[in-house]
């Protein structure tokens, strides 16, 4: 049957040879991608360093400025923030390998080889955002350091929301990087980019309360909608007191609505599909 169909059809087994070999090529470039950042102990280490410092140094300092609420405190809030620094970082600067294989010429060969772009650069997103993911996991062990309870249904759900969010941060990094020629550049970018999105996607603090100019900043931030619904998840396994839930809250309000948390992940989608068409347009361009 398959035979014949094939005869009627002669376009059918090529064209899925072809999605096989693009399938080949997606797995290349997404392990050899694994294979890099585990051969990278400084690498791996170092991007411990600044998570952990931002959640016990500020954690603390914060806390015994902000104090305590119903047996909730400022360390707790800034735990899910903490989880998502480790996973954007991780996944925006996982793209300077490609900074770094056009200085040396061996970008020039992935893209004359007879392989799509398109997978080149998906396989790039999935790999970074592995590694990303498995950061932020790794991270989630230090919740019982501060408090943080956490349950298998729960850490399932962070992981979730984790490889989202590095998928997004992932195809953003390469449509960066597919457009800047030297690795001093691509850091110089990052940095400028990188903080204020952190900052003000309401990792370290509230989004209510703040000025109409900053408020519109927020909004207009993708990772505000992925940090909610990462902070939303974990609060649901937390012992938190109405005078608590009023203290930390929680939600993106937009245009005087607060947004589902359903929305919120479907504007994270968004994100990623629309930085993935980007990314490949930016290695469509001729090096």
Known sequence: MSASLTTVLPGAGDERGEFKEELRT???????????????RARI???FVQPILFLFVLGYGMTSL???????????FVFPGIVAMTVVATAIFSAISIVWDREFGFLREMLVAPVSRTALVVGKTLGGASVATVQGTIILALAPLIGVRLTVPLVGKVIGIELLMALT?????????????????FSVVMQLLLFPMLFLSGALFPLRGLPIWLTVITRINPLTYAVDPL?????????????ARARFPTGVTLFGYTLPLAAELGIVCACTTAFLALAIRGFGKPE
């Open 26 to 40: 997606v797995g290349m470039v997404w392990r050899r991608e694994l294979i890099r950042f585990a051969r990278n």
């Open 45 to 47: 280490l170092s991007s």
């Open 66 to 76: 902000v104090g305590t609420t119903g047996g909730f405190d400022f360390k707790k």
């Open 169 to 185: 941060m992932t195809a953003f990094g390469v449509f960066v990087a597919s457009r800047i020629q030297r690795i001093e550049g």
């Open 231 to 243: 902070r939303q998840v974990v609060f649901t396994a937390q012992d938190m007191s109405p005078a």
